[in-house]
């Protein structure tokens, strides 16, 4: 065993804690300074803690975790209310970023013929910008308390359809590469693992239901729960190909009813705040390496951070309008669908194994990454801040 690992954990510790209590005091969200601190002990500043298999896979867990308890904590009927709003939001959340990032990397790299691999690679580009991570979003709205409201249930369940609608994608994108992909194949496993959630988690629910009801409030309920969550976070992952945190959010739907879920999500949030949360989110300031970026490349970055946040704003709040939500809550929608974090990251490594774009592009989606994650718990904690002072004015339609 590499004990190093330890020493880096409790930097992480440390450290995500001291600045996320600093955001705290600066009227910012927790997170904020956590992702701060692993840009700060990472490559780029002072270099006590190198990114690892080891910390990735722990931040991995995180958000699995995170998302099992946004699972829990959604309201299945204004889930089911805000369904049809949430797809149309997510349609437009991967198309006018997919049109945006394949443009964007034309104009500066020229304009090809469709087919070659230079609009492939445009394409894919456009592809890394669809993705979208609610994680932090999620984590913001809880700390506000407003996670449970009708734009809270609208962001997650247009990310969760988001993310889905964006693995069909970048599948299809990559098929015009590699001839041995199979579009029609992961629209299958997709459309199956959606009809095995409905019908094996029918069951399941049952069965916990029947359990919270001999054994209320005890240890056995929240520990079974968590193993549900790992399962079809795998199954998810390895039999349908589909994000891991799409089975951890769908085994926290399954369990928001019954009576115990509060008790679940409280054991969750626990392991989530000590250890997880903070390797993850600081995680995320470890991935970048400021020092990587070559001068040639950084106005494309720049041009890349702009057009992936202002692509989702767009996108998503102009489609929220038409839902007949105020242009205040449509752009908190917006704004609460451009974060980008672990799908980005996954996509991008996919872009790169197959050969589809270069290592130098990873720097701008790094740095995507950072900025939509410390930016997006700002803003949306001034759109909150906006409706105390201002009700009517920002609910007007």
């Not at 996320?20 to 601190?37: S, Y």
């Not at 799409?246 to 085994?251: D, E, F, K, Q």
């Not at 997880?276 to 720049?302: E, Q, R, Y």
Request: charge should be positive.
């Amino acid at each position: 065993m590499d004990y190093t690992i330890l020493r880096d954990l409790a930097i992480i510790i440390v450290f995500a804690k001291v600045f996320g209590l600093l955001a705290r005091r600066v009227k910012a969200p927790q997170v904020v300074g956590e992702i701060i601190a692993g840009l700060l002990i990472g490559p780029s500043v002072l270099h006590f803690v190198d990114q690892s298999d080891f910390i990735t896979q722990m931040a991995e867990i995180g958000v699995i975790l995170l998302m099992f308890s946004a699972g829990l904590e959604t309201n299945l009927k204004d889930l089911l209310k805000t369904g049809f709003k949430a797809f149309l939001i997510a349609v437009a959340g991967v198309t006018v970023p997919l049109i945006g990032g394949t443009i964007l990397y034309m104009c500066f790299y020229g304009f090809s013929e469709v087919g070659s691999s230079e609009f492939y690679t445009a394409l894919f580009v456009g592809v890394i910008l669809t993705a979208t991570s609610v994680s932090i979003t999620v984590s913001t709205l809880r700390e506000m308390g407003k996670l449970k409201g009708e734009i809270g249930q609208t962001i997650m369940s247009a990310a969760i359809i988001d993310d889905v609608i964006g693995i069909i994608v970048l599948t299809f994108v990559i098929g015009f590469k590699n001839p041995d992909s199979n579009p029609g194949k992961v629209i299958l496993n997709t459309a199956l693992f959606f009809v095995a959630a409905l019908g094996i988690g029918w069951v399941i629910y049952k069965i916990f239901k029947l359990a919270d009801m001999k054994y209320p409030h005890t240890r056995r309920i929240p520990i079974m729960g968590l193993a549900l969550c790992f399962c079809l976070a795998y199954v998810a992952e390895t039999y349908f190909g589909i994000a891991d945190i799409t089975g951890a959010y769908v085994a926290g739907v399954v369990l928001c009813s019954i009576k115990d879920s509060s008790y679940i999500a409280e054991k969750m949030d626990t392991n989530s705040y000590m250890l997880f949360g903070p390797v993850f989110f600081a995680s995320i300031g470890l991935k970048t390496n400021l020092t990587a970026i070559d001068g040639s490349l950084i106005l494309f970055c720049i041009c890349f951070v702009l057009v992936g946040l202002i692509c989702k704003i767009i996108g998503c709040g102009l489609v929220g309008r038409l839902c007949r939500f105020s242009w205040h809550d449509s752009l908190k929608i917006g704004v609460g669908m451009m974060t980008r974090g672990e799908v980005a990251l996954i996509v991008s490594q996919k872009g790169l194994s197959v050969g589809m774009i270069g290592s130098e592009y990873f720097t701008a989606v790094i740095l995507l990454i950072v900025v939509s994650s410390i930016s997006t718990p700002i803003i949306l904690k001034a759109l909150y801040a906006a409706d105390e002072k201002h009700p009517r004015q920002v609910h007007a339609k």
